[in-house]
């Protein structure tokens, strides 16, 4: 209660709190939006000033640090080439498969064996004349095709193939001039390819 008194007078003579402390380490600036009010908000301030006190601060710029990585700061890798788009028309369930299929984190016969997961083989189930990865799975196997012509068909446009999930979602993202029939034409491929 001593230290209370003691800090309500100093505020009431309008010096700020805490003053900085001689032999402070970190030279930090507080910047406080109000005065502490009653005895368990002192408390917590004198313990964040302890605390605060022993930090030191380093002049490197600020980064997450991972024992894992080669030169030891943790890198978030953006894929600029990843083509998701979020609206509420789709599905989150659609928008999040396509997404993972544009990183390659579907779990086909090639990236489980890229994995070293032991695969008698990594050709495509379906039509055995394609490697099973994502690409083909969804777009250059017998079903997908017949499935893709006649979304072509319903939707009239002409048909077209794509060898990879990122064109075949970007052809829908730049479809077109009126961005409502876009949105629609999107659902449906984000659709597709999670049905398949
Ligand atoms: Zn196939």
């Not at 964040?48 to 943790?74: E, Y």
């Not at 990843?82 to 990236?111: D, E, Q, Y």
């Not at 008698?120 to 095709?145: R, W």
Request: glycine residues 4%; contains cysteine; hydrophobic residues 45%.
């Amino acid at each position: 209660m001593d230290e209370y008194i003691q800090v309500l007078e100093h505020l009431k003579a309008g010096r700020p709190w805490p003053p900085l402390a001689p032999k402070t380490v970190c030279h930090c600036l507080w910047a406080w939006k109000r005065h502490p009010k009653n005895p368990q908000e002192l408390l917590d301030l004198d313990s964040i000033v302890s605390l605060t006190s022993q930090v030191v601060c380093s002049n490197r710029s600020d980064a997450w640090r991972s024992r894992l990585a080669v030169d030891d700061i943790f890198h978030l890798t953006v894929s600029v080439n990843n083509p998701t788009v979020w609206f509420h028309l789709v599905p989150i369930k659609c928008i999040s498969f396509v997404w993972r299929t544009c990183m390659g984190r579907i779990p086909t016969a090639m990236t489980l064996s890229k994995r070293g997961i032991k695969i008698s083989s990594i050709s495509c189930q379906i039509c055995s004349n394609g490697v099973d990865i994502a690409d083909h799975i969804l777009l250059e196997c017998p079903d997908a095709v017949d499935s893709l012509v006649w979304i072509f068909i319903w939707c009239g446009i002409p048909f077209q193939r794509f060898r990879l999930i990122s064109d075949f979602v970007n052809f829908a993202v730049i479809w077109g001039k009126c961005s409502k029939n876009r949105k629609i034409f999107i659902a449906i491929r984000y659709g597709f390819l999670w049905c398949m």
